[in-house]
């Protein structure tokens, strides 16, 4: 059975990710499996509707159209929304880089962000997906999630930088003390010279629905602020999310 227009157009703009962020023609269908002349044709389509931009250099990228469009989505339109005041309450507090954090199948989605006023390596961006295991509110969200998900994580444990945790039961150690004390840390584990440090944020079941995180140069002296002020910004957000006022 041949596929349809609307799963091959899919497959075009499946074929970015945040390793493949420009490309060229003959790279998108290669990448989509789909002919050159299916490619043009479709590409062009996606194009004149928003959805692919085209650069000077012939690369194509997505859209304005798209990213308008991801703003409407729940994940976005609500937690964003109820979290942004909070976010930038936290910012003034510490000058350092926040993030707004969702578990997307055995990754995390980051979701909001704002830049630091001390330079700390960050690779992170709004809509980047990062590993579980090496970020601070990857371990948050992979310490809540469900038996299945922690399984296949910890069967695929890379290493992103020397630091970078991957012996299971370490990693499950570590876990363990997130759910009993309420925070994660890292040390380097996601980029050389930058730590991080990350709280839950639960909905109105008491539920984790988000990760809120710090990146700092060092936690070693900070640690125990930086915890608190997390933890107000989140206990503000689980208010908003309940009381139902970013509708």
């Not at 997505?62 to 976010?87: E, K, N, Y």
């Not at 997130?178 to 584990?189: H, I, K, L, Q, S």
């Not at 730590?195 to 988000?210: F, I, L, M, N, T």
Request: positive net charge; glycine residues 10%; hydrophobic residues 45%.
């Amino acid at each position: 059975m041949s596929a349809s227009v609307t799963s091959r157009a899919l497959d075009l703009l499946g074929a970015f990710d945040a390793d493949h962020r420009a490309l060229t023609l003959s790279t998108l269908a290669r990448r989509a499996g789909l002919p050159l002349a299916t490619a043009h044709r479709l590409v062009g389509e996606l194009q004149r509707w928003g959805a692919l931009a085209r650069l000077e250099s012939g690369e194509y990228v997505i859209g304005r159209r798209l990213w308008d469009l991801g703003l409407l989505a729940p994940v976005q339109a609500g937690l964003r929304q109820a979290a942004s005041p909070f976010l930038h309450d936290l910012y003034g507090a510490t000058l350092a880089t926040v993030h707004l954090a969702v578990r997307d199948g055995c990754e995390v989605l980051y979701i909001d962000r704002l830049a630091g006023h001390v330079s700390v390596p960050v690779v992170s961006k709004v809509g980047s997906r990062l590993p579980m295991h090496a970020t601070g509110v990857g371990k948050v969200l992979l310490a809540h999630a469900p038996e299945p998900v922690r399984a296949e994580v910890l069967g695929k444990l890379t290493r992103v930088t020397p630091y970078t945790i991957t012996q299971p039961a370490r990693l499950l150690d570590q876990l363990r003390r997130v759910r009993a004390e309420g925070f994660a840390t890292t040390g380097e584990e996601m980029s050389l010279g930058a730590c991080s440090v990350a709280v839950p944020v639960r909905g109105p079941a008491g539920e984790v629905v988000a990760a809120l995180g710090l990146v700092v140069p060092d936690l070693r002296r900070e640690r125990a602020r930086l915890v608190a002020a997390l933890q107000v910004a989140t206990q503000g957000i689980s208010r908003v999310l309940a009381s139902g006022q970013w509708n």
